[in-house]
């Protein structure tokens, strides 16, 4: 093998390990903004919910019904926050305590946050 023919396909190597680095930060990227999507939505609810409350103080209104929806809600979008959490940790090798909910590294065997047993 010439040294030009060495050098095309070491460039080729390299190229593709590029590729794969920027479509692995593309992935996480696009896992982060669906979180803090959630967490913007869930954060919306939070603020609903407050609002409700207020309004049920002040003006004697029965705001019951309205409260229970925004629970029921808020329920459904912590599990997918979960969800996409865990999803997002796993592009990086980490996944979530079960315990504190923290990212922690797959190999740990406990959670260097809690001390919880990690299988
Ligand atoms: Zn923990």
Not at 72 to 80: G, K
Request: proline letters at 3%; glycine letters at 4%; aromatic letters at 6%.
């Amino acid at each position: 093998m010439d040294i030009l023919e060495q050098l095309s396909q070491e460039a080729q190597k390299a190229g593709s390990f590029i590729a794969e680095k920027a479509t692995a930060v593309k992935d996480y990227t696009v896992a982060t903004w669906n979180t803090a999507e959630l967490r913007n939505k869930i954060n919306q609810l939070y603020r609903s919910i407050g609002e409700a409350v207020y309004k049920a103080h002040t003006t004697e209104t029965d705001t019951a019904e309205e409260i229970e929806a925004y629970l029921t809600e808020l329920a459904a979008l912590h599990e997918a926050l979960r969800d996409k959490e865990e999803a997002r940790q796993a592009l990086r090798n980490r996944k979530l305590c079960p315990g504190c909910g923290k990212p922690v590294a797959k190999e740990n065997a406990f959670c260097p946050h809690c001390g919880t047993q990690i299988q």
